[in-house]
T-cell receptor
Framework: DAMVIQNPRYQVTQFGKPVTLSCSQT?????MYWYQQKSSQAPKLLFH???????NEADTPDNFQSRRPNTSFCFLDIRSPGLGDAAMYLC????????????????FGAGSRLTVL | AQKITQTQPGMFVQEKEAVTLDCTYD???????LFWYKQPSSGEMIFLIY??????QNATEGRYSLNFQKARKSANLVISASQLGDSAMYFC????????????FGKGTTLSVSS
């Protein structure tokens, strides 16, 4: 089945120690997103790629970076995690950019839960 | 600015009963899409149903239906014949031409289904 896979599902890191989360997709979708979801809160968009074009949300801290080496893979790098970065990180994909269409529903991975000690 | 409001932090329902989860939205864009997602405790966001702003009829998908009242800017999710497996967090989300494909989520409603 076509899907979005996130690794690792659980990541524990120390304060300030860089961490990388990965996302792969077999849907051949053009757009890949990273959302941050803190406990009992709504997911918050960090950034997205449309093909190789990177789009950063205005309020995403510089501590968060992303790479998309090819269509299938996207990485989230947290350069110096703080306690406030503990969250679930959700990767999602969509076929195209236009969200005002039922044809461009976002497909999510199972998430990577980050704990910062 | 676009906004999604879910005023029910938690809802409780018994098996086989119907339940309505409330969602109101705000946008100045006449073209927008409304989505509902389910998030079980495992964390994955599962797409349930979509309603476009120009759709004339309310969307339905199996046991899920969307009660779309455009003038009131509400898009409530109705789950008929609740099952134990429906226990999860439910998010209402919106996208419009300004937001592009980025979904804006409400804070969610936790649904608990009991036997």
């Amino acid at each position: 089945d076509a899907m979005v896979i996130q690794n690792p599902r659980y990541q524990v890191t120390q304060f300030g120690k860089p961490v990388t989360l990965s996302c792969s997709q077999t849907l051949n979708h053009n757009v890949m997103y990273w959302y941050q979801q803190k406990s009992s809160q709504a997911p918050k968009l960090l950034f997205h790629y449309y093909d190789k074009d990177f789009n950063n949300e205005a309020d995403t801290p510089d501590n968060f970076q992303s790479r998309r080496p090819n269509t299938s893979f996207c990485f989230l790098d947290i350069r110096s995690p703080g306690l406030g970065d503990a969250a679930m990180y959700l990767c999602a994909t969509s076929r195209d950019l236009t969200g005002v269409s039922g044809a461009n529903v976002l497909t999510f991975g199972a998430g990577s839960r980050l704990t910062v000690l | 600015a676009q906004k999604i409001t879910q005023t029910q932090p938690g809802m409780f329902v018994q098996e086989k009963e119907a339940v309505t989860l409330d969602c109101t939205y705000d946008t100045s864009d006449p073209s927008y899409g409304l989505f509902w997602y389910k998030q079980p405790s495992s964390g994955e966001m599962i797409f349930l149903i979509y309603q476009g702003s120009y759709d004339q009829q309310n969307a339905t998908e199996g046991r899920y239906s969307l009660n779309f009242q455009k003038a009131r800017k509400s898009a409530n999710l109705v789950i008929s014949a609740s099952q134990l497996g429906d226990s999860a967090m439910y998010f209402c989300a919106m996208s419009d031409n300004q937001a592009g494909t980025a979904l804006i989520f409400g804070k969610g409603t936790t649904l608990s289904v009991s036997s």
